[in-house]
């Protein structure tokens, strides 16, 4: 079901909720930005004119006509503050690329992250692909590039749709500059509320406390499912300190589809199968998966990983889904329980109230470098829907839509599970560290993926 967004009419300037600046001050020790292909066919209008429409069409949206503004002196959360789309964000690449190019080209993207301050997004334009899947001739391939500060996995989704879409967008809005005064002058009036906010720090903190003790009771009691438990790590859970690279598996939505089961849980199925065969020990594994939230006010990300088991001890490859389903099932139980949710909203109370010096000096103290003693999963899922097919470039349909989800210090193998219309595409991410041969995993997950619908027929 998808989530409530906030309205797009908002204020000229607003503060960054907590998570957002998280995000934000994270992303220079952990590259975040997200990557969302969008896969054409070939249609008849001009590329140039075709980048006219499409920068009309983002100074309309809310999340590309904003970039962050840091407070003076850290008195305060950064700020969103309204500015017209740079008119160099999409760029145009003329020349020729196969399909495998066009792969090598975005996984070298990676290494150029947004930088938020000057624009939150950036789009790629590969506009001839003779190669690529999904179709017979030739395609265009657009990257949309976004900071993960400026949306999660379900709104960068639907920034898409608006930027890709023929449907009415609401009028831009004249975009205002701010002076220094005026951002000195919010920063002032967050120091000013700093007693305040610490008192209300303290409040929350008390009502933290509390409903997490009932969380716990209820964990306790069986009342409620318990939290996904740590996994040892493997051969796959080291930094990313070598070459990235993605791949992709287009396939008709039909292919993943079992009676009583998820796209999500028959994609989580065949990585099962296919990490068996890539890791010499595979061991008892688990994925974290992305499960969105309910929209928190101004947040604009609104999601949480959890753990799922891949139960690779169980050879029965029917049974094994059902398992996988069933923890599935367990962790979004626990996730929209009632009593969770009380535990998040308080928690997101005191952080409200965290002063934003204290909020960027304790991001600050995180060591990339650290390995972890356990992991809550060893990939990475990501499972989205991107809507209808009725999405258009230079007048040419939507074949597919991939995702690329970002690698870790403990993560060098992630995969994104995008589906649009009929079409699902697995898009894979990996870093040589832990997969030296990007190809031969590409044949596992498709010699799994084959193994798990045979099974299923």
Not at 15 to 33: G, T
Not at 191 to 220: F, I, K, Q
Not at 357 to 380: H, K, M, R, S, Y
Request: include cysteine; charge should be neutral.
């Amino acid at each position: 079901m998808p989530r409530d967004r906030p309205d797009d009419n908002r204020p000229e300037s607003m503060r960054l909720h907590p998570a957002d600046a998280r995000a934000y001050w994270m992303a220079s020790k952990i590259p975040s930005d997200q990557f969302l292909l969008y896969c054409f066919d070939t249609g008849p209008d001009d590329v140039d004119a075709e980048v006219v429409r499409l920068l009309e069409r983002s100074a309309r949206i809310d999340v590309l006509r904003r970039h962050v503004t840091d407070a003076p002196l850290g008195l305060d959360y950064p700020r969103w503050t309204s500015a017209y789309p740079r008119t160099d964000a999409i760029i145009v690449h003329r020349t020729p690329r196969t399909w495998s190019e066009c792969l090598d080209a975005i996984s070298a993207s990676f290494e150029h992250q947004v930088d938020p301050r000057v624009s939150v997004w950036s789009l790629q334009l590969y506009s001839q692909v003779p190669d690529a899947p999904g179709g017979t001739g030739p395609a265009i391939v657009a990257v949309l590039q976004l900071s993960h500060a400026a949306a999660d996995g379900a709104l960068a989704s639907k920034t898409a749709r608006d930027l890709f879409g023929t449907h009415r967008l609401p009028p831009a809005t004249e975009s205002t500059s701010r002076s220094t005064g005026t951002e000195l002058a919010f920063a002032v009036r967050a120091a000013a509320a700093l007693p305040l906010r610490v008192a209300l720090m303290v409040r929350g903190g008390l009502r933290a406390r509390r409903d997490a003790l009932a969380l716990g009771r209820a964990t306790d009691s069986g009342s409620i499912p318990p939290p996904a438990r740590s996994r040892a790590l493997t051969t796959l859970d080291v930094p990313p300190t070598g070459r990235t690279s993605v791949r992709t598996i287009v396939l008709p939505k039909s292919d993943l589809h079992a009676e009583g089961t998820t796209v999500t849980a028959f994609a989580l199925t065949a990585i099962s199968i296919a990490l068996q065969a890539f890791l010499d020990t595979p061991g008892d594994l688990a994925a974290e998966v992305t499960l969105a939230r309910q929209t928190r006010g101004p947040a604009r990300n609104n999601f949480g990983n959890v753990g799922v088991g891949l139960f690779t001890a169980e050879p029965d490859i029917r049974t094994r889904m059902l398992l996988i389903s069933d923890d599935l099932a367990a962790r979004r139980v626990r996730a929209s329980h009632p009593l969770t949710e009380a535990a998040r909203a308080s928690q997101d109370e005191v952080e409200a109230h965290v002063p934003a010096f204290l909020a960027e000096w304790g991001v600050a103290q995180f060591d990339p470098t650290a390995t972890p003693p356990t992991v809550t999963g060893n990939t990475v899922v990501s499972s989205v829907s991107r809507g209808n097919a009725d999405l258009t470039l230079c007048g040419g349909g939507v074949r597919f839509t991939a995702g690329f989800p970002a690698l870790s210090p403990a993560m060098s193998l992630t995969h994104g599970v995008h589906g649009i219309g009929t079409t699902v595409t697995i898009g894979i991410t990996s870093n040589s560290a832990a997969v030296p041969d990007p190809d031969r995993y590409e044949a596992l997950l498709r010699g799994a993926l084959e193994q798990v619908r045979a099974a299923l027929t």
